[in-house]
């Protein structure tokens, strides 16, 4: 709406603000935007956002209102910005009134923000009062969704509801001009909670003391758990190997990747090859985790990955901790143990460590739910996201066109669930795989907690879930009492959750689902697979992988040879791959034994399946400790060679490929070449598929995701491939959610919004 107003002595309007707007310091700008440019009125929040009423001349309120939307503070995200004339009130002043609800809130939660630069100054001046106070905050930083109890965002509805502010905290709060006016988490040494110690039977109870002490044991080589802000940490000294395969033992996780805490960027620049995008990523708000090349090895953080995901101290604790001597880099990786998920509540961390931390750096503090670190990627100059969480939950990815609360409960791999509130998708947490005990009540919990924050009653909403019907997440959908049940299928989920984030709803596009395993409409287990069509009007399978048939189902994923096992299995005059240089184990003729005779079998067919057999045939012969990591080992080895032209290939069939990989191995070709011959085949079979699809259809755009995606090389082989070939092709990939199935949740509640707009069919 255009901001112009008729030119009056004295006029009056009503401007409301959506998005995230409450805890980031909004209604102090406006107050003073309004006290630079003589403007009277009001400002306050309610359950949609900030609403603000204004009073002057013509000339007063534009000058206002165009300051309002320029210079919002820098934790605010405007989605909304409206204005209309409205009677003048009369009012002589302007006024911060206190926060109205009518009806159900709809304002979107802020996310927990790093600590700003003025509180990290009075954190180390001594003449401050908040001077080594590990609590310190404003309203420009500091824990937001991770306190907030319910809405609106207010003390009293937070996790510092049990201490009552001292007169100075009290004075800066009151205060219309102070950074710290209705910072809902301010405190001080004199009135705020504190830290201590834990250690065997020895307690320190002063938060200075007990801060160097965990620093001093972390520098001796001992295992901390520390309390953040979403939950438990796990610390020790990377650069000390005995301390690190140490965590590795207590923890059960043997080889999956722990990410590294250090005091600066150049401290990060050391450690890893940081692109501009790569710096902007460490240095932003959110504070994620941020892959990136590694330039030296720290023996036993990231085994065999030339990948080292790097974090700055991003609250006031991390930073005491690093002033008081503790080591950098230092390993901070979720307390918990392998598959559960990461600790947060006082008493579960005690009985849940016990046996992997040396000692416990506890804070009095409450944490309303468990929020895990973020993990983002850069892939040439978009930003992937891996693992959406702190920093970036609970924040709206898009937006449908429905009024009607809808719940999207995910999938049961790297967990997380969508709630639409008046068409906003609010994206949970990473919640984690599920199947655990611990992790199945945090999925339930997240669910409850986010219709409690809302109050959506379950039996107003619509869930949509996927089509497995024995994944964790369907049976707790259908056990819900809700006014409609949409099933989802998985990869039409992953093309959907691309289109929900570029707002491309009805564009109809050639959609690439690449993963390891999906429930397919057939009852076989999809993960490589070609669409068409749109969110709108639903998806067609055109065409996938060539299917085979999978020895064992799940286990095909954590043994590589088993996964060649049923690859190979139709290949005449396999030579024996037991000896060199193949040497494959036992479990190799055990799996094909059971193709064989059809026993335990799947029909497949799966990308991330292909990946781990050829991953099998160049070397990766042994058990996958964590999800993935045989094709990360094949992609890894591929980036150790040059470019190589791509194998001779038969459409989408394998069996050519595999072949020739079999005749490279015996012929002695480095295994390097051959994995980035097996990368370049794929990509170029893949942009075929899609050429061959969009030029019989007409369509200018391709939908990629699945947690194959995630592969770098590939992706740049495809970009490189379609550009190469001057194809007509825009790609389009996830930024916002990841590819893998943390994005689930919000393709399957783009596609269900279509079942109510349109009551019709989509999955086919």
Known sequence: MSTELPDQPRTAC????????????????????????????????????????????????????????????????????????????????????????????TVRVTPDLCICPDCLAELFDPADRHFHYPYINCTNCGPRYSIVQRLPYDRANTTMVGW????????????????????????????????????????????????????????????????????????????????????????????????VMVRNLDEARELAELSAEHERLLEDVARPIVLAPRRVELPGVAPDNVLLGIMLPYTPLHHLLFAAGAPSPLVLTSANRSSEPIAFRDADALEALSGIADAFLMGERPIARRVDDSVVAVRGSRTQMIRRSRGYTPTVVGHLAIDEPLLAVGADLKNTIALVVHGDVLVSQHIGDLGDLETDRSFADTVGDLLAMYEIDPRDLVIAHDRHPEFVSTRFALSLPARMHVAVQHHHAHVASVMAEHELLEEPVVGVAFDGTGYGNDGAIWGGEFFVGSVRSGFTREDSLRPVQMPGGDAAARFPVQAAAGFLAELDDLPDMTAEPFGFPARFH????????????????????????????????????????????????????????????????????????????????????????????????????????????????????????????????????????????????NSSVPANDGGIALGQAALASMVLSLGGELLR
């Not at 006290?35 to 007063?60: F, K, L």
């Not at 405007?78 to 302007?94: C, T």
């Not at 979403?230 to 965590?247: F, M």
């Open 14 to 105: 009503r401007v409301t603000i959506r998005g995230i707007v409450q805890g980031v310091g909004l209604r102090p700008f406006v107050f003073r935007a309004a006290q630079h440019h003589q403007v009277a009125g009001w400002v306050q929040n309610d359950a949609a956002g900030v609403e603000v009423h204004a009073e002057a001349t013509p000339r007063a309120i534009q000058a206002f209102v165009d300051e309002l939307r320029a210079d919002c503070p820098p934790a605010a995200r405007i989605a909304e910005f409206a204005m209309r004339s409205v009677a003048a009130e009369g009012i002589a002043d302007f006024q911060i009134r206190a926060s109205r609800r009518e009806g159900p809130p």
């Open 164 to 259: 009552p502010m001292c007169s100075s905290c009290r004075a800066e709060y009151d205060n219309r001009l102070d950074r710290r006016y209705h910072a809902q988490p301010v405190a001080c040494p004199a009135c705020g909670p504190a830290y201590r110690l834990l250690e065997g039977e020895v307690t320190v109870d002063d938060s200075s003391r007990a801060i160097e002490r965990a620093a001093a044991m972390i520098k001796a080589g001992r295992i901390v758990a520390i309390k953040g802000i979403g939950g438990y940490h796990l610390a020790c000294d990377a650069r000390r190997p005995a301390a690190v395969e140490s965590l590795r033992s207590r923890k059960y996780r043997k080889e999956k990747p722990f990410a």
């Open 590 to 733: 055990q799996a094909r034994q059971l193709v064989e005779r059809r026993v335990r079998c799947f029909t497949s067919t799966s990308a991330g399946r292909l990946f781990d057999a050829v991953a099998a045939l160049v070397g990766f012969t042994r058990e996958s400790t964590f999800e993935g990591q045989a094709a990360m080992w094949l992609e890894f080895q591929a980036r150790a060679s040059a470019p190589r032209s791509p194998y001779p290939c038969d459409g989408l069939d394998a069996r050519p490929l595999l072949r020739a990989i079999i005749r490279d191995r015996l012929a002695g070709r480095p295994i390097g070449e051959i994995a980035a011959a097996f990368h370049a085949t794929l990509a170029a079979t893949v942009v075929e598929q899609m050429a061959l699809l969009a030029g019989r259809h007409g369509l200018r755009f391709a939908a990629l995701s699945g947690g194959v995606f995630q592969n770098e090389l590939l992706v740049e082989s495809i970009d490189r491939e379609v550009s190469a070939r001057g194809l007509p092709i825009k790609l389009l990939f």
